[in-house]
């Protein structure tokens, strides 16, 4: 049944984002139109015992997590109104479980993330005034990365910017198809996608010269020398200008993205490990992004971080537990200097969650679903179950899925027990991760299984707690 007043009220908000007007996020006047008309954050707050007269600030609120909080509620209960009659379309995401959770979403949630696009498009890649040809390169379907790039670029193509989308997704015969016989015909070549699939895609590719080829990333830490030899190979122009990184989730769509001037304090950073570890408490290069916290309340929660935002699904507090951090414009640039012009937006920080999985091609791998490979009948005796997941880079710069397995007490390594783990393995991932089968390419999923002695002193110390990633 058609609804005129939610088309009035959706027109009215697209007209707002167009001219360029967008409100701003204040925290307390959403957790009261929570309160008003969410069912299920009420409820959260009575099971937290905190009465909604009570809070005066952020720090009266209970933090969020998927556990407490969506896996606890009804979907329709955590929308607006617990109907899901607001929301226009649904994404998901694969949990540890292979069980995906749904985010339902309108076409006004878009807007802060089309706002982050923006900032890309027209602060580095200079969009107003170049033919764009974007090619969306992620995964197409229900996952969120690729139908929620391809409405973002059509958002800015509504608001007045000269491009033009096409949606191949992770085929890579078909984006070469259409860069091959599209690209000529514009000013610039934008890929968007994960970036070890980027990368494949460009390799593949070979003459890129004359396109002008822009990349925007997403899902993974990348190295600095990582953009500079990837920038090479598809003969762009600069890497700094180049190039973005957008740190997003499937909760709430992209939190932050790159900028050309967090993009030269980065590689400022990478060449400065002390004045890294200074600024992050870690060697290690994260992500380095900047965002707007009128649309995305970012906060730190013992040494990760939570966010607020509006959306379908409100969100407030709500902890996402990547490993990260947030340090204001001044004093980022009074630490690193002088790096040019850029919006004087604060900086958020992100490891990710290393502690609880690790990403690649997009797609986050969880121990769990590693876990359960390594307890097939005909494997679990030769094993303890412990190991380490990880990502490596390879001497072309090329990912691949490594994992260190522990062998059972007076168990010896063999080639043939190797191969037989990274099968087992790569089966049960398949199974158990929707993301890991959509994300990853075939020749990409079998799992490098390096395997070592019970206790080994450098993956399997005995008596210390033991971490199943890096």
């Given amino acids: 049944m058609f609804d005129e007043a939610r088309a009035e009220r959706t027109a009215s908000g697209l007209r707002d984002f167009y001219a360029g007007r967008t409100r701003s996020l204040d925290v307390l006047d959403l957790f009261g139109r929570m309160v008003e008309r969410v069912p299920a954050y009420r409820a959260f707050l009575d099971d937290h015992g905190v009465a909604p007269g009570s809070v005066r600030s952020l720090a009266d609120i209970p933090v969020m997590t998927k556990r407490n909080y969506h896996q606890r509620y009804d979907l329709a209960a955590r929308c607006w109104d617990g109907t899901l009659s607001g929301c226009d379309m649904v994404a998901v995401s694969s949990g540890s479980s292979g069980k995906p959770t749904v985010w339902p979403r309108s076409v006004l949630d878009e807007r802060a993330v089309a706002a982050r696009f923006e900032q890309v498009f027209d602060g580095g890649f200079r969009a107003l005034e170049r033919k764009t040809l974007a090619v969306v390169c992620f995964a197409l379907g229900n996952w969120v990365g690729g139908m929620y790039t391809a409405d973002a670029c059509r958002h800015l193509a509504a608001k007045g910017y000269p491009i033009t989308v096409a949606t191949p997704g992770n085929n890579v015969d078909e984006i070469l198809r259409v860069v091959g016989e599209l690209g000529p015909l514009f000013d610039q070549v934008v890929l968007l996608g994960y970036p070890p699939f980027v990368k494949n895609v460009i390799d593949a590719g070979k003459d890129w010269a004359g396109l002008h080829v822009k990349i925007v990333l997403a899902g993974e830490v ?41 993009v030269r304090i980065r590689r400022f950073l990478a060449d400065r490990p002390e004045v890294a ?147 087992s393995i790569r089966a049960e991932l398949l199974r158990l991760n929707s993301e890991f089968a959509h994300y990853v390419p075939a020749e990409r999923r079998l799992p490098e299984v390096l395997l070592r002695a019970a206790g080994d002193p450098e993956f399997f110390p005995p008596g210390v707690k033991h971490r199943y990633t890096r």
């Fill in 277 to 423: 570890t200074s600024l992050f408490g870690d060697s290690r290069l994260p992500t380095l992004v900047q965002y707007d916290p009128r649309t995305r309340l970012f906060e730190v929660v013992d040494g990760t971080l939570a966010f607020s935002a509006d959306g379908g699904v409100p969100l407030l507090r709500y902890h996402i537990a990547d490993e990260g951090g947030l340090i204001p414009y001044s004093r980022m640039t009074a630490i690193c200097g002088e790096h040019g012009e850029g919006p004087e937006l604060p900086f958020a920080y992100v490891f990710g969650r290393s502690l609880f999985t690790v990403s690649f091609f997009g797609a986050n791998v969880y121990p769990e679903n590693v876990t359960v490979g390594l307890e097939r009948p005909h494997v679990a005796d030769r094993v303890t179950g412990k190991f380490v997941l990880r990502t490596l880079e390879d001497a072309d710069r090329d990912r691949k899925l490594s994992i260190v397995v522990e062998l059972a007490p007076g168990a010896a390594p063999s080639d043939e027990l190797a191969a037989t783990l990274a099968e």
């Fill in 222 to 262: 990348f190295s600095e020398q990582w953009r500079d030899l990837v920038a090479a190979r598809a003969a762009m122009d600069d890497p700094v200008t180049d190039s973005a990184s957008l740190y997003g989730t499937a909760d709430a769509g992209v939190l932050g993205n790159e900028t050309p001037l967090s």
